[in-house]
């Protein structure tokens, strides 16, 4: 089983910056591939940013792009995501995720993953 533990959401206002972790229990050659996702209350969930598992590729949806940095560092176990400029329409629970599919069909099947946590909160005013 996958553990997957984030932290580092909070409050900020409009304009501001956060960086979220994710702490995992993947080992550090392990084929998964790693991404963020975030749900709005009342709507559906929306991929953020996904990397292989060497950060050979990685996606960004379009709302984020320019403005959030993922990265992935194997050998502490950590997921990161670094966010500017962020925006009101950018609340919403973060969450990391894992999948053992290549990123090709993590893209097709719209961002569903096999593995989640529990999810940080980013709220922007």
């Known amino acids: 089983h996958v553990q997957l533990v984030e932290s580092g959401g909070g409050s900020v206002q409009a304009g501001g910056s956060l960086r979220l972790s994710c702490a995992h229990s993947?080992?550090?050659?392990?084929?998964?591939?790693l991404a963020w996702f975030r749900q709005a209350p009342g709507k559906e969930p929306e991929g953020v940013a996904l990397v292989s598992p060497f950060s050979q590729n990685v996606y960004y949806n379009n709302p984020v792009k320019g403005r959030f940095t993922v990265s992935r560092h194997n050998v502490n176990n950590t997921l990161y995501l670094e966010m500017k400029n962020l925006q009101p329409e950018d609340t919403a629970m973060y969450y990391c995720a894992a999948d053992q599919r290549q990123t090709r069909a993590i893209l097709s099947s719209g961002w569903n993953f096999q593995f989640r946590g529990k999810g940080t909160q980013v709220t922007v005013s």
């Open positions: 993947l080992g550090s050659y392990d084929s998964n591939c």
